[in-house]
């Protein structure tokens, strides 16, 4: 071999060996796998009934070659709830405050976290979902389906009892019925409020009228101390059933204080019309207080007007049983010159819940 052909073919070989450390530098350095999986990879809870309360568990396993850091847990609804535990079982929140990770997996590590659904107020076929979110917003979140379809097996009517307009002392009662759709045999363990940690006003009270059959009556009793100020229990029928836990429903009203105030007016009593005046007459009307409760007495001590014309207005005030009922004459003279008039009438008085009271008047004079 001549000396040519030996340079030639040495070169050749260290060519022949540097190629795969060329190749090798072109190609892209492997990145790890971040995946998480969900099992089951849907809670479908089945059909279910109004009032139960439905729990399953799912397991989070990081099935990729990196950490996977969780930042969130989050539902579509409010009716759904997660709660997540850690590898040890500790509950952990399912919302970091910061934008750290509340719980960190490694590869192969796994947690538990409990979906519980809501049947109350819910009816058909409900379709949620939980998302469970990385740290890194570039990470597409994991989303598990919660699927369940849910029918009435009790009805209560009516679900929403209005008691409108109450005084401070009247005793009110009102009736609802619960009726059996789908279950056979069940009873009522009681009543509590549907809002946790909170409890029912003293004030109502309830009475089973039935205690078989498919249909069952409760009498709603209102009587007792109360504040003046709309009302709006929501109560929770306990339901002693092995699926069904509980019916609910919200009683609405308005307790007035036990002072009242009429003008004879249909639908505005506490508002004063003199209707058409003529020029020359001058009209009367009278305004009626009526204290239903004369352990509190109602003690009125004057009587204000409040317009610019007060020089065409007269007040007289009877007293028909001091601090129980009183009249009040409001004369308006037609010489008031305006075609319309209008202005209020105060009344202060010494009464806990009604110290002070704005009656409204109006009017027209007649050409």
Known sequence: MSPRTTVLSALAASLLALLPLQIAAQEPAATGKTE????????DFGDAYQGETLLQKVTLKNVGDTDWQVGRIQTSCGCTVAKLFGPDGTELPTRSKTNESIVTLQPGEEVKVDVKFETAGKQGAINQRMQIHNVDPSITPVSVP?????????????????????????????????????????????????VAGQELPDFLKFEILDEKGPSRRIKLLVEG???????????????????????????????????????GETAFQENISFDQVAPTETVTRTLTIQNKDPSVPYALESVDLLTTQKEFFVTEVR??????????DITVDGKIGAPFFRGSMVLRAEHPDVPSKTIPFHGWVRK
């Open 146 to 194: 919660v699927t369940v379809h849910v029918a009435k097996a009790l009805q209560i009517t009516p679900a929403w009892v209005n008691l409108g307009n109450i005084s401070k002392s009247e005793t009110v009662e009102a009736e609802v019925v619960i009726e059996s759709l789908e279950i056979g045999d069940w009873d009522i363990a009681g009543f509590t409020s549907q």
């Open 36 to 43: 998480l999986s969900a099992e089951p990879k849907e809670v």
């Open 319 to 328: 007293a028909i049983e001091e601090g129980v009922a009183y009249e009040v």
């Open 225 to 263: 101390d109360r504040p003046v100020a709309p009302i709006s229990p929501r109560v929770r029928v306990l339901i002693d059933h092995e699926r069904v836990g509980h019916i609910d429903f919200t009683v609405t009203g308005i307790v007035q204080p036990n002072v009242s105030f009429s003008a």
